[in-house]
């Protein structure tokens, strides 16, 4: 079976479970757990930041950051497809009490100028407008295709929201796949941001876990948020143990993936019934649109009977997402069943 629905499948390597098993382990909301100190510490100092908190899930760290930088009437800034504004089941209207402001993007990649253009203030309207606070950038952007921001964008973007009374954090989910695509160092890459989310449990092939990064004050902030949001966890060394190990093996390997990629996408292209935009074919990612009478879902189903599974997203597009369980011979395979099915 080739399992190319997501990189979220990946499951723990024979090393990634021996280190999982020799961890130690303490109370971690009694701020004990010596795995889960040394892994923020190790986040911390790979992105040049303060402090930095484990919690449950990409998402809950995206909505402790916005928690933390926002009060109740604010909104935030962030791209119309973007994962906090599709993907996190409105949270940030549920926990933050807060409104979107909605940045029209391509292939995932907001504009700077189009991002200062959406900052709305109440000030000078009446009382009309909400106060923007919060700008939400996603690198990589998952609905643009596995597509990364280039570095000028980023600072630009960055200046924007502090030069407009705004905080920036990074949904950097994939972070680490912008990274090595790009060739810059993560550290730089997330200088400007006032916090940056980290998910190990993608590319990174850790079960379960992610990071929120940033300054001791918004962390500190950040740590009374994961309580009441029901994320302080006991003796969550064991799994933090796998963050470690992925930080420490799992992020070079990544262009595996990429490369794998990119060799999907152009065989695909050069198939009838599909086209892929190769231009957004950038990391791990690959989007391919369905042309004929056959849609997305029934695609789904003939793949699977060749074993080789993707996710349908609508009627005409399809998502397929290399990982480090994906091999050459996998995407060989992979191949193979799209020719079968579009000949």
């Known amino acids: 079976m080739v399992d190319l629905r997501s990189d979220t499948v990946t499951k723990p390597t024979f090393e990634m479970r021996e280190a999982i098993k020799s961890a130690k382990v303490g109370d971690d909301v009694l701020g004990d757990d010596p795995t889960i100190i040394q892994l ?24 402790i950051a916005i928690r933390t930088h926002t009060q109740p009437g604010d909104e935030i800034i962030t791209e119309r497809y973007s994962h906090i504004y599709i993907y996190e089941g409105g ?3 549920a926990l933050s009490g807060c409104s979107v402001a909605l940045v029209d993007g391509h292939l995932g990649i907001m504009k700077p100028e189009d991002v200062e253009k959406s900052i ?13 606070k919060l700008v939400c950038v996603e690198n990589t952007s998952n ?13 630009k973007i960055c200046e924007i ?46 079960p379960v ?3 929120l990064v940033g300054s001791k004050e918004d962390i500190s902030k950040a ?3 994961r309580k009441m949001f029901g994320g302080g966890m006991r003796q969550a060394g064991v799994i933090a143990a796998a963050g470690i190990y992925a930080l420490e093996h799992n992020i070079s390997r990544l262009a595996e993936d990429h490369e794998r990629a990119k060799t999907l996408a152009n065989a695909i292209n050069e198939m009838d ?11 791990n990612m690959v989007y391919i649109k369905v042309i004929g009478e056959i849609n997305a879902e029934q695609m789904v189903e003939k793949l699977a009977e060749h074993d080789v599974h993707v996710l349908a997203l609508g009627d005409e597009l399809l998502r397929a997402v290399t990982h480090i369980h994906i091999t050459d011979e996998d995407i060989n395979n992979s191949i193979n069943a799209f020719r079968i099915i579009s000949s």
């Not at 923020?40 to 909505?63: H, R, W, Y």
């Not at 709305?120 to 407008?129: E, I, Q, V, W, Y």
């Not at 609905?143 to 600072?155: A, K, P």
């Open 223 to 225: 740590h009374r948020w």
């Open 161 to 206: 929201a502090h030069s407009n009374d705004c905080k920036a954090h990074l949904d950097g989910a994939r972070l680490f796949n912008a990274a090595i695509a790009s060739g810059i160092d993560a550290k730089r890459i997330v200088k400007n941001f006032d916090t940056i989310s980290i998910c190990l449990s993608k590319g990174l092939g850790a």
């Open 143 to 155: 609905r643009g295709g596995g597509t990364f921001y280039d570095l000028d964008s980023l600072d």
């Open 209 to 211: 876990g992610s990071l």
């Open 120 to 132: 709305r203030k109440s000030g000078g309207s009446l009382g009309h407008f909400p106060n923007g």
């Open 273 to 283: 019934m599909f086209s892929v935009d190769l231009d957004g074919v950038q990391t």
């Open 91 to 93: 949270g940030f209207a």
């Open 40 to 63: 923020q510490n190790m986040i911390a100092d790979l992105l040049g930041k303060e402090a930095a908190l484990f919690v449950p899930s990409g998402t809950m760290s995206n909505a």
